[in-house]
């Protein structure tokens, strides 16, 4: 076997070497325009540096996180002090939201209600269940509140005082079965009850029975108080009606009625402790 034959690879590898030495000293050489070799040597090499450019600036950014870890670190912890102060503002600023309509709730209530003098109270305590049908409020006797005080909020009509300690009173709401109202419908003058439902009162609502046969009352229709039943004085916002129904006998309809109040988040009512 020959010595070229033997050594083939080694032969091959010291050739392409040194071609390769000769085509980049030939690249080297000032012209002003580049020759075959330049050119060749361009395409073959761009590629591989501009890989390598990356790997290196990749190399570079991942290091540079890492020094400057400590730094981020910083930063991010005092971007999380800010955004819990500013969290801590905005409940505050939402709390002042809620208590300056409370107050303006009250104040408008007390210019509509001159005529009365009232007590204002706050809840307490509630039955069991989602609608407040009966609950507690924490101003008694010694308020001044005394047994069937009629209670209000500024929306309009709640219920009355059934039980008055000396320093809480228990308030029955209209929604409640045992309740009953006497009322009358703006609109058409006509006399009627409005009083609780099982049924009803576990929507927040309840119904007026005994309403005249040929009355013409329709839905959207307001109620107040008429002021007849020795408990609630005249004029005091009831709801509207929402449907009128025959009420099986012929003789008379029924209506179903949606408080103007809210009994699902009763917070604050007024006890009307005396007339002016």
């Known amino acids: 076997m020959s010595f070229f034959e033997r050594n083939r690879g080694k032969v091959i590898l010291i050739c392409v070497t040194a071609l390769l030495i000769i085509i980049m000293a030939l690249s080297t050489i000032p012209s002003l325009k580049p020759n075959f070799v330049s050119n060749a040597v361009g395409v073959i090499i761009s590629p591989v540096q501009k890989v390598i450019s990356k790997a290196i600036n990749s190399t570079q ?146 119904r007026m029975v005994y309403v005249d046969k040929e009355s013409i009352i329709t839905a959207g229709d307001d109620l107040e108080t008429s002021g007849m039943g020795g408990i609630y004085p005249k004029g005091i916002y009831i709801g509207k009606v929402l449907e009128i129904t025959d009420d099986g006998t012929g003789l008379s309809q029924q209506a179903t009625v949606d408080p103007a109040v809210d009994f699902d988040s009763i917070t604050e009512v007024f006890i009307i402790t005396d007339l002016k």
Not at 117 to 138: L, P, Q, Y
Not at 150 to 174: C, F, H, K, Q
Request: charged share 30%; glycine share 6%; net charge negative.
């Open 61 to 206: 950014n991942f290091f540079s996180f890492i020094f400057n870890m400590d730094e981020y670190r910083t930063e991010n912890d005092e971007l999380k002090h800010k955004v819990a102060l500013l969290e801590k503002e905005i409940r505050e600023t939402e709390e002042l939201k809620k208590e300056n309509t409370r107050l303006r709730s009250m104040l408008d209530m007390r210019e509509r209600t001159v005529e009365y003098v009232t007590e204002t109270a706050e809840v307490i305590a509630k039955d069991s269940g989602n609608w407040f049908n009966s609950f507690t409020v924490d101003k008694g006797s010694s308020d001044g509140v005394e047994l069937y005080d009629p209670v209000i909020t500024d929306n309009g009509l709640v219920g009355y005082v059934s039980e008055a300690g000396s320093t809480y009173s228990r308030v029955v709401s209209i929604i409640d079965s045992t309740s009953s109202v006497a009322a009358s419908v703006k609109r058409t003058g006509d006399s009627a009850i409005v009083e609780g439902d099982l049924k009803l009162q576990e929507q927040g609502r309840c």
